[in-house]
Nanobody, 116 residues
Framework: QVQLVESGGGLVQPGGSLRLSCAASGSIFSIKTVGWYRQAPGKQRELVATLTPGGETGYTDSVKGRFTISRDSAKNTVYLQMNSLKPEDTAVYYC??????????WGQGTQVTDKA
């Protein structure tokens, strides 16, 4: 089983930047794909970015060119660098990991609020 802990959320001015971190522990050797999701008030959780073991990244259209997902394998940590933040980026951000056995793990979430 994989445990995920997010950090780095907070209040930010429009156009500002934040970097979210997701620290993984437990059966990290079993992780196949990691990703970041977000859920705004009254909306469904949506996929923001993904990262495969081979380093391939994917982004939802609304964050392309502004957000970057990356990982530090030595620290077992995945990051989401968010630049040029907009009011519509306000949401709770969740880290996600899918194992080789297709089991999904979630973190507890971290709040990002654009002070529009």
């Amino acid at each position: 089983q994989v445990q995920l802990v997010e950090s780095g959320g907070g209040l930010v001015q429009p156009g500002g930047s934040l970097r979210l971190s997701c620290a993984a522990s437990g059966s990290i050797f079993s992780i196949k794909t990691v990703g970041w999701y977000r859920q705004a008030p009254g909306k469904q959780r949506e996929l923001v970015a993904t990262l495969t073991p081979g380093g391939e990244t994917g982004y939802t259209d609304s964050v392309k060119g502004r957000f970057t997902i990356s990982r530090d394998s030595a620290k077992n940590t995945v990051y989401l660098q968010m630049n040029s933040l907009k009011p519509e980026d306000t949401a709770v951000y969740y880290c996600n990991a899918v194992s080789l056995a297709q089991r999904t793990s979630w973190g507890q979430g971290t709040q990002v609020t654009d002070k529009a």
